[in-house]
Every structure is written in structure tokens, then in C-alpha cells.
């Protein structure tokens, strides 16, 4: 976590001790979604066979909330809180190959035709917000949020506002025990590296997460990319004056590697870095 101090303080103080260029990344292009009309051909490409037509679909059940309801509820970034999010139901288990990019701010539900915990922004520190998908039904994504607590889901519902559909055949997994890092792409590994991860008093979390930005480094030198992820500190409620967000990134030399000593960020080697910094926003990350 040792990006977060001078980008966090400009973020909270309006203080100019740096800044930082974000680099986006997008996953293949996708499908713009969210009409009424096309729910039932997006997700079964047919129409709803119930019998009930679009007007008795489970998703449109559930009242659109008004705008000034929805800015009461809190963010869903990586410096919000959303205590009644569901837990992710299978926290090591792989990705769908599915994301969605928020084109307008919508509301998070706890469930299924459930209530709104919580309102997703269109953007995440300053990347457009793409979401990493680990179950859709009926009109509904299910996704990884990059909120505290760790591990926490939410759904959101496609008529509410648009969403980009699109496919992300990308996967990284940590290895803390063996002090590893590899990357796959449709099963077929593309790399694996030896990794640094954080002390034993503060510990790299685990569970499923997902990267949620990609920033070009320019008030430190020791890693020209940062790659926060949607997974926070256990031990640190706050570092730096942020939210104690944990990233990706490198390191000047190779010393660090095999070792714990982090604040919980993981730090890789520079040809890791160079092929992660590749890749789509929204990537899921399985720490074991």
C-alpha cells in the first residue's frame, strides 16, 4: 500500500503533494444493456416464456428508486463502507469471464429484487468502473465490490441504467504460501513469478477480488504502475490517510521477493508487472 500516501491525501485534502495519470484499460468491447426491451433476448435470447410479459419479470418488480434516494446511499469504491453487502459465496472460485462497465450510476442491491445498500459510481479512482461478474440471472448481475468489508457482493439490476457487457478471459492467482503469481488466460498459463506479500502482523487478505484501476506512478520511483484492487487491509483500517486499499505493483529491486514484507500490498517482479499492467479492468484475482 505505500502508492496510497500521496495519492490518497489528494483525493481527501484537495492538496497538491502529486498526481497521477490514469491509464484505462478496457476488456473487449461488449454490449451496451439496461432497456426494458431486450432484457429476455440479453439473457436467454428469447422472450420471457412465463407467460407473464416484461411487466411481470421479477426484475420489474422492484421499483426504480428516485435520484435523490439514490445520493443518500453510500459509494461502492474502495474508500466506502457497505456493512449489509452480501459475502462472496465462493471465494475461491474462478471468473465467469464476465464483466460490466457502469456507464450511469446505479443502484446495489443486497439481493435479487432485494433492497439498495449502496449506489455504483461510473468511475473507480479515476478508471471507468468495470466490474468483475460471478453470477447473472434473470435481468440481475451479481458482482465483486470494491468496498469494505473484504469479499463483499452486490447485484445490479441491467434496467436501472446502462451496462456494458463484455468478456474478460484473464485470471491471476496468488499463491501467499508458495509466494507465487501466475496468469492465465482461457486456462493456459502466460507467466508466473515470484512474489513479495505482506508482514505476518500485516497480512495480504485473501478471497476473490478484482482490479479496479491501473495508475502511472509519478510521485514515487518504485513502481511506474499501480494496480489497486477491489480487497483492503485487515490490519490497517486506514494507511497513508486512505483507505488502506491493497495493489499490485513493483518494486526497485528483486530483494522483496519470497518475503513478507509488505503492509499487504503484493509486489512483483518487473515482467510480471509489465503483463499485468496489461490487462482489462475488472480482471478477477483469486488469493489463496
Known amino acids: 500500500m505505500e502508492y496510497e500516501t500521496p495519492f490518497m491525501s489528494k483525493s481527501t485534502s484537495g492538496g497538491t503533494r502529486g498526481s497521477r495519470t490514469v491509464r484505462r484499460r478496457h476488456p473487449r468491447p461488449g454490449r451496451l444493456i439496461g432497456l426494458a426491451a431486450a432484457i429476455a433476448v440479453l439473457v436467454c435470447g428469447c422472450a420471457d416464456d412465463t407467460g407473464a410479459g416484461p411487466s ?3 426484475e420489474d418488480q ?18 466506502g463502507k457497505i456493512p449489509n453487502a452480501p459475502k462472496d459465496p465462493a471465494p475461491q472460485s474462478e471468473s465467469t469471464g464476465k464483466v460490466v462497465r ?3 450510476e446505479v443502484p446495489v442491491y443486497a439481493a435479487k429484487g432485494g433492497k439498495p445498500i449502496a449506489r455504483m459510481p461510473t468511475k473507480q479512482l479515476g478508471s471507468p468502473t468495470w ?10 448481475y451479481q458482482v465483486l465490490l470494491p468496498s469494505r468489508p473484504n469479499q463483499s457482493t452486490g447485484w445490479l439490476r441491467e434496467s436501472d ?13 496468488i499463491n501467499l504460501a508458495d509466494f507465487r503469481l501466475s496468469v492465465s488466460e482461457n486456462g493456459k498459463e502466460l507467466g508466473n513469478w515470484e512474489i513479495g506479500i505482506g ?8 478471497g476473490r477480488t478484482a482490479i479496479i484501476s491501473s495508475l502511472e506512478e509519478t510521485v514515487q520511483d518504485y513502481s511506474p504502475i499501480i494496480l489497486p484492487l477491489g480487497a483492503h487491509s485487515d490490519a490497517h483500517s486506514t494507511f497513508g490517510g486512505g483507505p488502506g486499499t491493497v495493489g499490485i505493483h513493483g518494486w526497485p529491486d528483486d530483494s522483496v521477493l519470497g518475503t513478507k514484507t509488505s503492509d499487504g500490498c503484493v509486489r512483483v517482479p518487473k515482467g510480471a508487472l509489465d503483463l499485468l499492467s496489461t490487462l482489462p479492468l475488472g480482471t478477477v484475482v483469486i488469493i489463496s
Open 161 to 173: 441504467g446502462k451496462l456494458e457487457e463484455a468478456t474478460n478471459d484473464y485470471l491471476i492467482k
Open 131 to 140: 466490474l468483475a461478474v460471478i453470477d447473472k440471472l434473470d435481468g440481475w
Open 199 to 206: 508482514k505476518d502482523n500485516f497480512p495480504t487478505p485473501t
Open 62 to 79: 422492484v421499483a426504480p428508486i428516485a435520484k435523490e434516494e439514490l445520493l443518500k446511499l453510500p459509494e461502492a469504491t474502495t474508500f
Open 102 to 104: 457502469v456507464h450511469d
Open 56 to 58: 411481470g419479470s421479477q
